[in-house]
T-cell receptor
Framework: EAEVAQSPRYKITEKSQAVAFWCDPI?????LYWYRQILGQGPELLVQ????????DSQLPKDRFSAERLKGVDSTLKIQPAELGDSAMYLC????????????FGSGTRLTVV | GQQVMQIPQYQHVQEGEDFTTYCNSS?????IQWYKQRPGGHPVFLIQ?????EVKKQKRLTFQFGEAKKNSSLHITATQTTDVGTYFC??????????FGPGTRLSVLP
């Protein structure tokens, strides 16, 4: 079964440092999402891509977060500088256009900012 | 903004008992999806409901979408220890934009 690949699996960083996460969606999935999930809460959308274009980044803290999907395939989410409140699970998901079969989530990157 | 709520927040049941979680939206939804997240895992898609009043079944799981398309429920009959996890609803706002609820965490005691 096809999977969404994410790396790293875990990341510990000091506050004010830069950190980056990588995601490779399922082949053929045009739509890619980055979600943040704080422990005990539901996933919150950070950014949505359709191919290489940003569809929705209204909840992305743009002063410190950036995301790109240059060739419409894999994607990178960056935080600079990291803050203590950024500690969370960062989940990448992808779906076919239309999304009727739901999102396929990756295993996520667990970020701890110290 | 768009709000999707779920109750209860936690549910502890004895194995074999039934379980239900409810999802409510402040506005009318285009569709609704349900996901299950095992402890330490990531959300896994279960099902999508689109039509008003729609009911779908997957073995012991029954999903309903309200007539007004503002609420939904997931019912598990005769829970098993493998049902443990957090169940999320995700309300569709149109297109591929979904808002996740906070989830209901299910514990099943053997």
């Amino acid at each position: 079964e096809a999977e969404v690949a994410q790396s790293p699996r875990y990341k510990i960083t000091e506050k004010s440092q830069a950190v980056a996460f990588w995601c490779d969606p399922i082949s053929g999935h045009a739509t890619l999402y980055w979600y943040r999930q704080i422990l005990g809460q539901g996933p919150e959308l950070l950014v949505q891509f359709q191919d290489e274009s940003v569809v929705d980044d209204s909840q992305l803290p743009k002063d410190r977060f950036s995301a790109e999907r240059l060739k419409g395939v894999d994607s990178t989410l960056k935080i600079q500088p990291a803050e203590l409140g950024d500690s969370a699970m960062y989940l990448c998901a992808s779906s076919r256009t239309g999304g009727s079969s739901g999102y396929t989530f990756g295993s996520g990157t667990r970020l701890t900012v110290v | 903004g768009q709000q999707v709520m779920q109750i209860p927040q936690y549910q502890h049941v004895q194995e074999g008992e039934d379980f239900t979680t409810y999802c409510n939206s402040s506005t009318t939804l285009s569709n609704i999806q349900w996901y299950k997240q095992r402890p330490g895992g990531h959300p896994v898609f279960l099902i999508q409901l689109v039509k008003s009043g729609e009911v779908k079944k997957q073995k012991r799981l029954t999903f309903q979408f309200g007539e007004a398309k503002k609420n939904s429920s997931l019912h598990i009959t005769a829970t098993q220890t493998t049902d443990v996890g957090t169940y999320f609803c995700a309300g569709g706002l149109g297109g591929q934009n979904f808002v996740f609820g906070p989830g209901t965490r299910l514990s099943v005691l053997p």
